[in-house]
Protein backbone atom coordinates (compact mmCIF):
# COMPACT_ATOMS: atom_id res chain seq x y z
CA UNK A 1 0.00 0.00 0.00
CA UNK A 2 1.21 3.55 -0.77
CA UNK A 3 1.84 5.94 1.70
CA UNK A 4 2.78 6.35 5.22
CA UNK A 5 1.05 3.62 7.53
CA UNK A 6 0.02 5.50 10.35
CA UNK A 7 -2.10 3.05 12.54
CA UNK A 8 -3.04 -0.28 12.27
CA UNK A 9 -5.77 -1.59 15.10
CA UNK A 10 -7.59 -5.30 16.21
CA UNK A 11 -10.92 -4.63 17.21
CA UNK A 12 -13.68 -7.12 18.55
CA UNK A 13 -17.02 -6.81 17.33
CA UNK A 14 -18.79 -6.00 20.27
CA UNK A 15 -22.67 -5.59 19.51
CA UNK A 16 -24.95 -6.39 16.53
CA UNK A 17 -28.05 -4.54 15.89
CA UNK A 18 -30.69 -6.23 12.92
CA UNK A 19 -33.08 -4.29 11.58
CA UNK A 20 -35.86 -7.32 10.34
CA UNK A 21 -33.20 -9.66 9.21
CA UNK A 22 -30.16 -11.31 11.36
CA UNK A 23 -26.77 -11.20 9.88
CA UNK A 24 -25.99 -14.76 10.80
CA UNK A 25 -29.23 -15.86 9.27
CA UNK A 26 -27.82 -13.78 6.19
CA UNK A 27 -24.29 -15.81 6.14
CA UNK A 28 -25.76 -19.22 6.97
CA UNK A 29 -27.51 -18.60 3.72
CA UNK A 30 -30.97 -19.29 5.49
CA UNK A 31 -32.29 -15.92 4.28
CA UNK A 32 -31.27 -13.87 1.33
CA UNK A 33 -30.94 -10.17 1.39
CA UNK A 34 -34.11 -8.92 -0.27
CA UNK A 35 -33.84 -6.82 -2.99
CA UNK A 36 -34.35 -3.39 -0.76
CA UNK A 37 -31.54 -4.20 1.06
CA UNK A 38 -30.83 -4.79 4.81
CA UNK A 39 -29.31 -2.93 7.22
CA UNK A 40 -26.66 -3.75 10.13
CA UNK A 41 -25.04 -2.09 13.07
CA UNK A 42 -21.74 -3.93 13.91
CA UNK A 43 -20.48 -2.08 17.21
CA UNK A 44 -16.59 -3.02 17.70
CA UNK A 45 -13.57 -1.69 20.53
CA UNK A 46 -9.88 -2.47 20.35
CA UNK A 47 -6.19 -0.84 20.25
CA UNK A 48 -4.76 1.38 17.35
CA UNK A 49 -1.04 1.41 17.64
CA UNK A 50 1.53 3.13 15.47
CA UNK A 51 1.91 6.93 14.90
CA UNK A 52 -2.20 7.05 16.23
CA UNK A 53 -2.04 5.00 19.53
CA UNK A 54 -5.02 4.53 21.84
CA UNK A 55 -8.49 3.05 22.17
CA UNK A 56 -10.68 2.36 19.53
CA UNK A 57 -14.28 2.37 19.61
CA UNK A 58 -17.30 2.94 17.29
CA UNK A 59 -20.02 1.42 15.16
CA UNK A 60 -20.10 0.56 11.48
CA UNK A 61 -23.73 0.74 9.58
CA UNK A 62 -23.62 -1.70 7.25
CA UNK A 63 -25.96 -2.38 3.93
CA UNK A 64 -25.86 -5.42 2.78
CA UNK A 65 -27.27 -5.23 -0.76
CA UNK A 66 -29.04 -8.25 -2.62
CA UNK A 67 -26.00 -8.29 -5.31
CA UNK A 68 -23.55 -9.13 -2.87
CA UNK A 69 -21.75 -5.79 -1.82
CA UNK A 70 -21.80 -4.77 1.50
CA UNK A 71 -21.58 -0.96 1.87
CA UNK A 72 -19.45 0.29 5.16
CA UNK A 73 -20.17 3.90 6.64
CA UNK A 74 -18.26 3.77 9.42
CA UNK A 75 -18.13 6.39 12.62
CA UNK A 76 -15.52 6.10 15.50
CA UNK A 77 -13.53 7.67 18.28
CA UNK A 78 -9.80 7.07 18.74
CA UNK A 79 -8.41 8.46 21.98
CA UNK A 80 -4.98 8.41 21.87
CA UNK A 81 -2.83 7.52 24.63
CA UNK A 82 -2.06 11.05 26.12
CA UNK A 83 -6.14 11.81 26.09
CA UNK A 84 -6.70 13.45 23.08
CA UNK A 85 -9.88 13.03 20.94
CA UNK A 86 -9.73 12.03 17.28
CA UNK A 87 -12.86 10.97 15.44
CA UNK A 88 -12.84 8.91 12.57
CA UNK A 89 -15.18 8.35 9.26
CA UNK A 90 -14.76 6.18 6.78
CA UNK A 91 -17.23 4.33 4.15
CA UNK A 92 -15.95 1.61 1.75
CA UNK A 93 -16.95 -1.93 0.99
CA UNK A 94 -16.20 -5.01 2.45
CA UNK A 95 -16.37 -8.35 -0.26
CA UNK A 96 -17.40 -11.92 1.15
CA UNK A 97 -17.02 -15.44 0.18
CA UNK A 98 -19.76 -17.45 0.30
CA UNK A 99 -18.29 -20.44 2.77
CA UNK A 100 -15.82 -18.45 4.25
CA UNK A 101 -16.18 -16.57 7.52
CA UNK A 102 -13.04 -13.67 6.32
CA UNK A 103 -14.21 -10.73 4.45
CA UNK A 104 -11.74 -8.19 2.96
CA UNK A 105 -12.34 -4.73 3.91
CA UNK A 106 -11.27 -1.75 2.11
CA UNK A 107 -11.86 1.70 3.28
CA UNK A 108 -11.80 5.66 2.63
CA UNK A 109 -10.97 6.83 6.22
CA UNK A 110 -11.29 10.81 6.76
CA UNK A 111 -9.33 12.01 10.58
CA UNK A 112 -10.81 15.02 12.12
CA UNK A 113 -9.54 16.81 15.67
CA UNK A 114 -9.09 20.28 17.38
CA UNK A 115 -5.96 18.84 19.00
CA UNK A 116 -3.43 20.54 18.53
CA UNK A 117 -0.56 17.92 18.56
CA UNK A 118 -2.73 15.59 15.79
CA UNK A 119 -3.88 18.45 13.74
CA UNK A 120 -1.90 16.79 10.92
CA UNK A 121 -4.67 14.34 10.76
CA UNK A 122 -6.93 16.94 9.12
CA UNK A 123 -5.76 17.47 6.01
CA UNK A 124 -4.82 14.26 4.73
CA UNK A 125 -6.88 11.13 3.44
CA UNK A 126 -6.10 7.67 4.59
CA UNK A 127 -6.55 4.41 2.67
CA UNK A 128 -7.07 1.29 5.11
CA UNK A 129 -7.46 -2.07 3.98
CA UNK A 130 -7.97 -4.99 6.27
CA UNK A 131 -10.54 -8.09 6.71
CA UNK A 132 -13.11 -9.04 9.51
CA UNK A 133 -13.47 -12.91 10.56
CA UNK A 134 -17.10 -12.97 11.40
CA UNK A 135 -16.84 -16.32 12.82
CA UNK A 136 -13.93 -14.98 15.42
CA UNK A 137 -15.21 -11.54 15.83
CA UNK A 138 -12.13 -9.83 14.99
CA UNK A 139 -11.48 -6.84 12.60
CA UNK A 140 -7.55 -5.90 11.59
CA UNK A 141 -7.14 -3.10 9.34
CA UNK A 142 -4.09 -1.06 8.55
CA UNK A 143 -4.07 2.25 7.56
CA UNK A 144 -2.11 4.52 5.33
CA UNK A 145 -1.83 8.23 5.22
CA UNK A 146 -1.85 9.61 1.53
Do not use: C
Not at 78 to 91: F, K, M, N, V
Amino acid sequence: MKGEKIYEYDLEITGVTDFGMSLEAILSGKEAVPPQGARIDVAFEGHASGRLSGKVRGVDYLRLRADGRIDLDIRATIETEDGQRISLSADGVAVAHPGNPVAELSENARLTTAAANYAWVNSRQIWAPGTVNLATGKIHIEAYMQ
